[in-house]
């Protein structure tokens, strides 16, 4: 199971307190993880990515194992420890002020 | 007795103010949705428990909430909001062609008698619809096919739909606004449109009278006489007796005809109240005195109304969808601020009270009359 930690605002549109564990088919990717997301909690559609294009949203990040993936192929693999559950994947809304 | 609810719109959440008929001591719930930039929130006429919020960050998207209990709780309908076939183009800050991209929704207008339908004005500009209380949206896309709508362009707030009149009497008629393209009107529930904006003047524009690119900031009528509107434009506050068809300025002896909100007294359709703002450059009070303009002869001759709101050292601004009116026999005129204030007039302006005070920036206010 893949364990995944949202921003609070989305835990909070999801009704989850912490990190969530998901089932994911196949290769565990970004384009995976997100589809076990939206697939878990539908109500989060749209607000990491495109509804259509499925294009990351800008001030959305996904960090996991100390890495950068938001700038990856949304198919490159995530690292082993990730894809095990050993290491959480990160949704993280970008730094800003206001 | 009656009560009143406040439903207010801010950059952080949304809030709820009620308080019984007297409108002199109130109950401030909030924040819904903390931290959401909260553009709208309105009641459904044909249902008041049925609410309906535009809930928003930049970093997340859009969401719709909506409420079966008067606010008491929320869920999350429909956002998917994707424009009817291939979006084209309108035009950019620089005049280049620019790619139709939904951003947010602004207005949420219910219908007057289904609950369950509700159009939503978005940026960028265009009207879209749901039957079915929110679960699914589709655009009327009439409307951004129109035949200018290449040639709409963004105010520096963003090219938005913001303004939604459904007539009261002619149930196929819908009126809308838009910056920075200005208004248009629908005789036939919304699957056609034309613009409405012969008599407006705006010198930003190369052509000043043309038919479209008016900068129009709210448009507001009487329900008993919903051929009668009025307008408050980037500069000047107009009035047409025909349903659009043609403007006239009844800016008269405001001391800025520059401004955002506009809206009607609840029981007299000449009684008329905006807000004067210094400049297009300047967003605040002329003279740091925050005063409320009435005209009781449908424009023309404004009075200035003071009575408990600040007059010195006041520079907050009041944004096109912050202004509404309740219906009590005393008509009740509410507005909120950029500085967080929601200010109450239980006595048709004469007199003002803060309800409160340090909101976040004031977005949008909305005011149901209950039983």
Same mark, same amino acid.
């Given at each position: 199971m893949i364990q995944v930690i949202l921003?609070?605002?989305?835990?909070?549109?999801?009704?989850?307190?912490?990190p969530v564990s998901l089932e994911v088919k196949g290769v565990a990717t970004v384009r995976s993880v997100l589809d076990a997301v939206e697939?878990?909690?539908?109500?989060?559609?749209?607000?990491l990515r495109?509804?259509?294009?499925k294009?990351r949203?800008?001030?959305v990040r996904f960090f996991a194992d100390g890495r950068d993936f938001s700038l990856e192929a949304d198919d490159f693999p995530l690292p082993e420890a990730v894809a095990s559950g050993r290491e959480p994947f990160l949704v993280i809304?970008?730094?800003?002020?206001? | 007795?009656?009560?009143?609810?406040?439903?207010?719109?801010?950059?952080?959440?949304?809030?709820? @103010?009620?308080?019984?008929?007297?409108?002199?001591?109130?109950?401030?719930?909030?924040?819904?949705?903390?931290?959401?930039?909260?553009?709208?929130?309105?009641?459904?006429?044909?249902?008041?428990?049925?609410?309906?919020?535009?809930?928003?960050?930049?970093?997340?998207?859009?969401? #719709?909430?909506?409420?079966?209990?008067?606010?008491?709780?929320?869920?999350?309908?429909?956002?998917?909001?994707?424009?009817? /076939?291939?979006? /084209?183009?309108?035009?950019?800050?620089?005049?280049?062609?620019?790619?139709?991209?939904?951003?947010?929704?602004?207005?949420?207008?219910?219908?007057?008698?289904?609950?369950?339908?509700?159009?939503?004005?978005?940026?960028?500009?265009?009207?879209?619809?749901?039957?079915?209380?929110?679960?699914?949206?589709?655009?009327?896309?009439? @409307?951004?096919?129109?035949?200018?709508?290449?040639?709409?362009?963004?105010?520096? /707030?963003?090219?938005?739909?913001?303004?939604?009149?459904?007539?009261?009497?002619?149930?196929?008629?819908?009126?809308?606004? #838009?910056?920075?393209?200005?208004?248009?009107?629908?005789?036939?529930?919304?699957?056609?449109?034309?613009?409405?904006?012969?008599?407006?003047?705006?010198?930003?524009?190369?052509?000043?009278?043309? %038919?479209?690119?008016?900068?129009?900031?709210?448009?507001?009528?009487?329900?008993?006489?919903?051929?009668? @509107?009025?307008?408050?434009?980037?500069?000047?506050?107009?009035?047409?007796?025909?349903?659009?068809?043609?403007?006239?300025?009844?800016?008269?002896?405001?001391?800025?005809?520059?401004?955002?909100?506009?809206?009607?007294?609840?029981?007299?359709? %000449?009684?008329?109240?905006?807000?004067?703002?210094?400049?297009?450059?300047?967003?605040?009070?002329?003279?740091?005195?925050?005063?409320?303009?009435?005209?009781?002869?449908? /424009?023309?001759?404004? %009075?200035? *109304?003071?009575?408990? *709101?600040?007059?010195?050292?006041?520079?907050?601004?009041?944004?096109?969808?912050?202004?509404?009116?309740?219906?009590?026999?005393?008509?009740?005129?509410?507005?909120?601020?950029?500085?967080?204030?929601?200010?109450?007039?239980?006595?048709?302006?004469?007199?003002?009270?803060? #309800?409160?005070?340090?909101?976040?920036?004031?977005?949008?206010?909305?005011?149901?009359?209950?039983?």
């Open positions: 921003p609070a605002h989305l835990k909070n549109l999801a009704r989850v307190s912490g697939g878990a909690y539908p109500v989060l559609l749209g607000t495109d509804q259509s294009t294009k949203r800008a001030f809304g970008a730094i800003a002020g206001g | 007795m009656s009560q009143v609810r406040v439903l207010v719109g801010t950059k952080k959440g949304a809030f709820i @103010l009620t308080s019984d008929g007297t409108r002199s001591r109130w109950k401030v719930d909030g924040p819904h949705f903390g931290g959401w930039e909260i553009y709208h929130v309105k009641g459904s006429p044909a249902d008041p428990s049925r609410l309906y919020a535009s809930q928003s960050t930049s970093w997340f998207g859009q969401m #719709i909430q909506r409420s079966d209990d008067g606010g008491k709780s929320w869920a999350p309908v429909g956002n998917t909001f994707t424009y009817d /076939g291939i979006a /084209g183009t309108h035009q950019w800050y620089d005049g280049t062609p620019h790619p139709w991209e939904f951003k947010r929704v602004w207005h949420l207008e219910p219908s007057r008698t289904d609950p369950d339908t509700v159009y939503a004005g978005a940026e960028d500009a265009a009207l879209f619809k749901t039957s079915d209380g929110g679960k699914s949206w589709s655009e009327l896309s009439g @409307l951004r096919k129109h035949g200018s709508g290449p040639r709409w362009q963004p105010g520096a /707030g963003g090219m938005c739909l913001h303004t939604i009149l459904l007539d009261p009497v002619d149930e196929k008629r819908i009126f809308i606004a #838009i910056s920075a393209a200005g208004c248009f009107r629908s005789d036939d529930g919304g699957g056609s449109w034309k613009p409405i904006n012969r008599g407006l003047r705006s010198e930003f524009m190369p052509d000043p009278t043309a %038919e479209v690119g008016h900068c129009v900031h709210r448009i507001a009528l009487h329900p008993s006489r919903p051929q009668v @509107l009025f307008m408050q434009k980037h500069w000047d506050v107009m009035r047409s007796d025909d349903a659009g068809d043609s403007w006239r300025e009844v800016s008269g002896n405001l001391p800025s005809d520059f401004g955002f909100p506009i809206d009607v007294h609840a029981h007299e359709p %000449e009684t008329v109240y905006v807000v004067p703002i210094l400049s297009d450059s300047q967003h605040f009070p002329p003279d740091g005195r925050l005063r409320v303009y009435r005209t009781r002869t449908g /424009g023309g001759e404004w %009075e200035a *109304l003071t009575k408990g *709101l600040p007059q010195r050292n006041c520079f907050v601004n009041v944004l096109r969808d912050a202004m509404a009116v309740d219906s009590l026999d005393s008509c009740g005129v509410y507005f909120g601020t950029t500085g967080g204030q929601v200010y109450c007039s239980a006595d048709s302006g004469d007199t003002w009270k803060a #309800i409160v005070r340090d909101l976040p920036p004031v977005y949008s206010v909305e005011v149901q009359t209950l039983p």
